[in-house]
């Protein structure tokens, strides 16, 4: 991912990652683009969602490198799944969960939630 430049020194840098820059990606290559960008700062929004697997093993690794001094985790937004949406029969009757879901994903201590519904998730987001 190239480096971004802000222009301002107090703002936020958002990180839109799309599903096809994740499609050929290992689990552990995601979570690290991922938690790499959250602990710099960034807010990283997914086009595409994490696999449940992945999700769990996203916290797992971010309580592993919690400090109180330099990092205090992430805090972790996505759209409820439909239970049909983007999800064929066979998908759902083998329970295969869709990854179709925007996903947002902060530094604890810089993003809030406020609002979230199937269709709308409403947060804040300060500065360091």
Do not use: C, W
Request: aromatic share 2%; net charge negative; no cysteine.
């Amino acid at each position: 991912m190239p480096e971004a430049t802000p222009t301002d020194p107090d703002g936020v840098q958002i990180d839109l990652i799309s599903g096809a820059r994740m499609e050929g990606m290992a689990s552990m290559e995601k979570i690290r683009l991922i938690l790499d960008g959250v602990r710099d700062g960034n807010i990283v929004i997914l086009e595409e969602g994490l696999s449940p697997d992945e999700e769990s093993k996203l916290i797992e690794v971010t309580m592993t490198e919690i400090s109180p001094d330099e990092f205090n985790g992430i805090e972790i937004e996505t759209y409820p799944r439909s239970e049909t949406a983007d999800r064929s029969f066979l998908d759902r009757l083998m329970g295969r969960e869709s990854t179709k879901k925007l996903t947002v994903i902060g530094p604890a201590n810089q993003i809030q939630t406020l609002h979230k519904d199937e269709n709308l998730i409403s947060a804040l987001v300060s500065r360091k």
